[in-house]
């Protein structure tokens, strides 16, 4: 039996090699380490190893290809021993491998995959010198240096150090474990001087060190910081603690988060909403308070916790209640009336509290505003007014975006700050009179805010978090419907309020105006005694407009002049007082004002002061206000021929329009004056149209007349605008009254629209024209018969006295106006 000898494996390594490239970094000789294997190729390479003598080649990619060649591999590699190989769900395989030696590629026995080459394998060439010597010891203590301060050197890494007693593997031992780039790994491997590599590896020894030491001090810097930091909170925690055992209190930074933090969690938000303020909480709470961002984001805080975010009650109203307080609160208004306690019935009905759009129309002092206040009052509502005439900028509902300075919420969350609740009753007054500008249409942010189907989630761009405005109840208020657009108009519940009769405005002088007057200008209901007659005067004579703001401007213009008349009397009594002996009580005389009565009451002495009563007439009234602007038995009429009485509606209700018609010789032709707008120049054009056409068939006016004739018809108040489409009928009416010469039938007023063959259109607004046609004292009105079931809409005591004279054709209104 021979003897046999153990020959170490790197002794009879193979001349050719199956090569698996590397991606990542260069493996080197010396090491036990772990290799995923994914690439189906090198897993049957591995296969096949395993099943022959388990050795392989790893050389590194010098060009990363997807499929790459022998020839985009270094020549320098390192041979490896497969210990132990693990199979993968994925296919792919994990192998423990043990590299023995370095070796270099000569020649491509099979250039692609799987690849293998001829190697010749490479020793290290040593010197053994004391300067390697030296080198070995300056690298182990200078990796131990570096294994100390960094946490990623394993205590098994520092021990295989100090155990691997070869000169050539520390240097590739050192290499593969420092952090440096992978071509300059490539390089150390490739060199074979043992000093040389161990030169190299120093090197990169030494700027690891070098980032070390950068390292450290960077950490070092923010480690203070971090502590600083932490002493500076506990310190301040630890005072603010103590201050409040103490009962002292803490500064106001810290008072003013407590105070939003405690209000914001009460509100329990969810989603969105608490994301937001918990983040804006946390930057008020680390923000200098000198800092320009620490005052907006206060604000914006105080904004969040001033809104009512919670859920509001349910309603609780008794509908008669609300019914009297209407009736207490207004007199007339009956079908307006009716529809807000319909209205309030049908939310009491459904048990819904979610909010509503009304929209009260009608013109100016008829008490729009005030029938707002009684529906809140009415409900047990909150009430926020405000106006949007004039209004240009959208961020005025809206609100500004915070990148702004000075940046507010808008009108609407600004009343839900002040009124506190979610479900208040909201007034937007002159919604017909906002504008357009560069700055955006308010009108059209307004569509979202009347929207039930939107403001649930309304955001405000101050706020810029979802808001719930769908619980108020909005009313809004209007002069006219021509300046509103359609799709706001859609949102909304119409209701009109037409003008007062005079009778109407003597109740509410007598029930409301009188004593509110009297109580602003510091005067007694006993001092003061209205006759009916003088209330009926100043209706009639100073105030014939639709409302009754003018009506109450003139009683505070009397009972101003009356207080002054008080004081003075009062003053002059005082100063005869002082001039008189003391003791016993005197007489006063006073000189009386006509249509005055003054009693004089003895006083004891002492006693200041005067009684004095007041009743008002005609007299009184003409010198406190001057002449009547509408003197009595002043009426708009047609008194002689050319001439008609027509309605017309206007923002400021109903009004009569005299139309004046007149012919001169000259050239053929029409002229239309009276500051007209388009519509009614049209109506103009086709009256002068039909009333030729009559004139020649019906009346025997030869067609040379006109051509040799000039017309002129003209609307007197020139300054002011006229337009709309009701005056057809009027003008046509003074042609023919011109052409014939004839006056039309006295007391007769009219309105319609004419149709170039004499059909009469139907019109609007027919309440306040027959309010305007009974201040005129009219006895005949003629109006189209399609407006017929308006009559159905105006109270008996407005028709009252007049008779209506519905008509389908112009010959209908000629045989009322100028009869044969």
Same mark, same amino acid.
């Given at each position: 039996?021979?003897?046999?000898?153990? #020959?170490?494996?790197?002794?009879?390594?193979?001349?050719?090699?199956?090569? #698996?490239?590397?991606?990542?970094?260069?493996?080197?000789?010396?090491?036990?380490?772990?290799?995923?294997?994914?690439?189906?190729?090198?897993?049957?390479?591995?296969?096949?190893?395993?099943?022959?003598?388990?050795?392989?080649?790893?050389?590194?990619?010098?060009?990363?290809?997807?499929?790459?060649?022998?020839?985009?591999?270094?020549?320098?590699?390192?041979?490896?021993?497969?210990?132990?190989?693990?199979?993968?769900?994925?296919?792919?395989?994990?192998?423990?491998?043990?590299?023995?030696?370095?070796?270099?590629i000569k020649k491509a026995l099979n250039p692609v995959n799987p690849m293998v080459g001829a190697v010749e394998y490479l020793d290290d060439e040593e010197d053994d010198t004391s300067e390697v010597k030296a080198l070995t010891r300056a690298l182990i203590s200078e990796m131990k240096q570096i294994s100390e301060n960094n946490p990623l050197f394993s205590e098994e890494m520092r021990l295989n150090?100090?155990?691997?007693?070869?000169?050539?593997?520390?240097?590739?031992?050192?290499?593969?474990?420092?952090?440096?780039?992978?071509?300059?790994?490539?390089?150390?491997?490739?060199?074979?001087?043992?000093?040389?590599?161990?030169?190299?590896?120093?090197?990169?020894?030494?700027?690891?060190?070098?980032l070390l030491r950068i390292q450290k001090r960077i950490q070092k810097e923010i480690n203070e910081k971090i502590e600083k930091s932490q002493r500076d909170y506990f310190l301040k925690e630890e005072l603010k603690a103590i201050k409040t055992e103490l009962g002292m209190t803490t500064d106001a930074k810290s008072s003013e988060y407590q105070r939003f933090k405690d209000k914001l969690d009460a509100?329990?938000?969810?989603?969105?909403?608490?994301?937001? #303020?918990?983040?804006?909480?946390?930057?008020?709470?680390?923000?200098?308070?000198?800092?320009?961002?620490?005052?907006?984001?206060?604000?914006?805080?105080?904004?969040?916790?001033?809104?009512?975010?919670?859920?509001?009650?349910?309603?609780?109203?008794?509908?008669?209640?609300?019914?009297?307080?209407?009736?207490?609160?207004?007199?007339?208004?009956?079908?307006?009336?009716?529809?807000?306690?319909?209205?309030?019935?049908?939310?009491?009905?459904?048990?819904?509290?979610?909010?509503?759009?009304?929209?009260?129309?009608?013109?100016?002092?008829?008490?729009?505003?005030?029938?707002?206040?009684?529906?809140?009052?009415?409900?047990?509502?909150?009430?926020? +007014?405000?106006?949007?005439?004039?209004?240009?900028?959208?961020?005025?509902?809206?609100?500004?975006?915070?990148?702004?300075?000075?940046?507010?919420?808008?009108?609407?969350?600004?009343?839900?700050?002040?009124?506190?609740?979610?479900?208040?009753?909201?007034?937007?007054?002159?919604?017909?009179?906002?504008?357009?500008?560069?700055?955006?249409?308010?009108?059209?942010?307004?569509?979202?805010?009347?929207?039930?189907?939107?403001?649930?989630?309304?955001?405000?761009?101050?706020?810029?978090?979802?808001?719930?405005?769908?619980?108020?109840?909005?009313? #809004?208020?209007?002069?006219?419907? /021509?300046?509103?657009?359609?799709?706001?108009?859609?949102?909304?519940?119409?209701?009109?309020?037409?003008?007062?009769?005079?009778?109407?405005?003597?109740?509410?002088?007598?029930?409301?105006?009188?004593?509110?007057?009297?109580?602003?200008?510091?005067?007694?209901?006993?001092?003061?005694?209205?006759?009916?007659?003088s209330l009926m005067y100043i209706a009639n004579g100073y105030a014939r407009e639709a409302g009754v703001r003018n009506f109450e401007k003139n009683l505070d213009k009397i009972h101003r002049k009356l207080a002054k008349q008080l004081v003075e009397a009062e003053e002059e009594a005082q100063a005869q007082d002082k001039a008189e002996n003391a003791g016993g009580a005197q007489p006063i005389s006073?000189?009386?004002?006509?249509?005055?009565?003054?009693?004089?009451?003895?006083?004891?002495?002492?006693?200041?002061?005067?009684?004095?009563?007041?009743?008002?007439?005609?007299?009184?009234?003409?010198?406190?206000?001057?002449?009547?602007?509408?003197?009595?038995?002043?009426?708009?009429?047609?008194?002689?021929?050319?001439?008609?009485?027509?309605?017309?509606?206007?923002?400021?209700?109903?009004?009569?329009?005299?139309?004046?018609?007149?012919?001169?010789?000259?050239?053929?032709?029409?002229?239309?004056?009276?500051?007209?707008?388009?519509?009614?120049?049209?109506?103009?054009?086709?009256?002068?149209?039909?009333?030729?056409?009559?004139?020649?068939? +019906?009346?025997?006016?030869?067609?040379?007349?006109?051509?040799?004739?000039?017309?002129?018809?003209?609307?007197?108040?020139?300054?002011?605008?006229?337009?709309?489409?009701?005056?057809?009928?009027?003008?046509?009416?003074?042609?023919?009254?011109?052409?014939?010469?004839?006056?039309?039938?006295?007391?007769?007023?009219?309105?319609?629209?004419?149709?170039?063959?004499?059909?009469?259109?139907?019109?609007?607004?027919?309440?306040?024209?027959?309010?305007?046609?009974?201040?005129?004292?009219?006895?005949?009105?003629?109006?189209?018969?399609?407006?017929?079931?308006?009559?159905?809409?105006?109270?008996?005591?407005?028709?009252?006295?007049?008779?209506?004279?519905?008509?389908?054709?112009?010959?209908?209104?000629?045989?009322?106006?100028?009869? /044969?």
């Amino acid at each position: 039996m021979s003897e046999q000898s153990v #020959v170490p494996i790197d002794q009879i390594l193979p001349p050719k090699l199956p090569l #698996v490239a590397l991606m990542g970094r260069p493996i080197f000789p010396g090491i036990f380490t772990p290799i995923m294997i994914g690439n189906p190729v090198d897993v049957k390479v591995i296969d096949e190893a395993v099943a022959r003598d388990g050795l392989i080649g790893l050389v590194m990619l010098a060009n990363e290809s997807e499929n790459p060649t022998i020839l985009d591999l270094y020549k320098v590699g390192t041979v490896a021993k497969i210990v132990k190989k693990i199979n993968l769900p994925d296919g792919g395989v994990n192998i423990f491998i043990s590299t023995l030696k370095r070796f270099r590629i000569k020649k491509a026995l099979n250039p692609v995959n799987p690849m293998v080459g001829a190697v010749e394998y490479l020793d290290d060439e040593e010197d053994d010198t004391s300067e390697v010597k030296a080198l070995t010891r300056a690298l182990i203590s200078e990796m131990k240096q570096i294994s100390e301060n960094n946490p990623l050197f394993s205590e098994e890494m520092r021990l295989n150090m100090i155990n691997i007693d070869h000169p050539g593997k520390i240097a590739d031992f050192i290499a593969s474990i420092l952090n440096i780039d992978k071509a300059e790994q490539q390089k150390i491997l490739e060199v074979l001087n043992v000093r040389k590599r161990m030169e190299q590896v120093l090197v990169f020894i030494k700027k690891e060190q070098e980032l070390l030491r950068i390292q450290k001090r960077i950490q070092k810097e923010i480690n203070e910081k971090i502590e600083k930091s932490q002493r500076d909170y506990f310190l301040k925690e630890e005072l603010k603690a103590i201050k409040t055992e103490l009962g002292m209190t803490t500064d106001a930074k810290s008072s003013e988060y407590q105070r939003f933090k405690d209000k914001l969690d009460a509100f329990k938000f969810e989603g969105e909403v608490k994301e937001v #303020v918990e983040q804006e909480l946390e930057k008020f709470n680390l923000m200098d308070p000198n800092s320009g961002e620490f005052i907006i984001t206060r604000n914006y805080l105080d904004t969040i916790a001033s809104l009512p975010w919670s859920e509001p009650a349910p309603e609780h109203f008794d509908l008669k209640v609300a019914q009297n307080i209407l009736e207490n609160d207004h007199y007339g208004l009956k079908d307006v009336k009716s529809r807000i306690v319909e209205y309030l019935a049908v939310r009491k009905l459904k048990k819904d509290s979610k909010g509503s759009i009304v929209c009260l129309v009608g013109p100016p002092g008829v008490g729009k505003t005030s029938v707002g206040k009684s529906v809140a009052h009415a409900l047990g509502k909150q009430f926020f +007014r405000f106006s949007v005439g004039g209004m240009r900028d959208e961020a005025e509902i809206k609100g500004h975006r915070r990148t702004y300075i000075g940046a507010m919420p808008g009108k609407i969350l600004q009343g839900l700050k002040i009124v506190k609740t979610k479900d208040p009753v909201f007034m937007i007054d002159e919604i017909d009179k906002m504008g357009v500008s560069f700055q955006g249409d308010p009108a059209s942010a307004l569509l979202e805010v009347l929207d039930p189907e939107q403001n649930n989630n309304f955001r405000d761009h101050y706020l810029d978090l979802p808001f719930d405005i769908s619980y108020i109840f909005f009313i #809004v208020t209007a002069n006219t419907l /021509d300046t509103i657009p359609s799709p706001l108009l859609d949102r909304m519940e119409i209701i009109q309020l037409p003008g007062y009769i005079d009778t109407e405005k003597l109740e509410i002088a007598k029930r409301y105006l009188v004593p509110k007057s009297l109580t602003k200008n510091g005067l007694k209901k006993n001092q003061v005694k209205y006759t009916r007659e003088s209330l009926m005067y100043i209706a009639n004579g100073y105030a014939r407009e639709a409302g009754v703001r003018n009506f109450e401007k003139n009683l505070d213009k009397i009972h101003r002049k009356l207080a002054k008349q008080l004081v003075e009397a009062e003053e002059e009594a005082q100063a005869q007082d002082k001039a008189e002996n003391a003791g016993g009580a005197q007489p006063i005389s006073l000189v009386t004002t006509e249509g005055t009565e003054k009693r004089a009451e003895e006083k004891p002495a002492g006693e200041k002061g005067i009684a004095e009563k007041f009743t008002i007439d005609k007299k009184l009234i003409e010198k406190h206000l001057g002449k009547p602007l509408f003197p009595e038995g002043q009426v708009k009429k047609a008194d002689r021929p050319g001439m008609s009485v027509g309605l017309a509606w206007t923002s400021m209700g109903g009004d009569t329009l005299v139309i004046e018609a007149t012919s001169v010789p000259g050239k053929e032709g029409l002229t239309l004056t009276g500051k007209m707008g388009d519509i009614m120049k049209e109506s103009g054009t086709i009256a002068m149209t039909l009333a030729r056409k009559l004139g020649t068939e +019906r009346y025997g006016i030869e067609a040379v007349w006109f051509e040799k004739n000039h017309i002129h018809l003209h609307i007197p108040e020139g300054a002011t605008p006229k337009d709309g489409p009701s005056a057809g009928i009027t003008m046509a009416t003074a042609l023919l009254s011109m052409l014939r010469n004839r006056t039309i039938v006295d007391k007769l007023v009219m309105t319609g629209e004419l149709s170039l063959t004499g059909q009469v259109l139907p019109i609007g607004g027919l309440k306040e024209k027959t309010i305007a046609a009974r201040r005129n004292k009219a006895r005949h009105v003629i109006i189209p018969k399609q407006n017929l079931r308006d009559l159905d809409d105006i109270p008996d005591m407005v028709k009252k006295g007049m008779e209506f004279h519905p008509v389908e054709r112009f010959e209908e209104v000629l045989a009322l106006a100028l009869p /044969d």
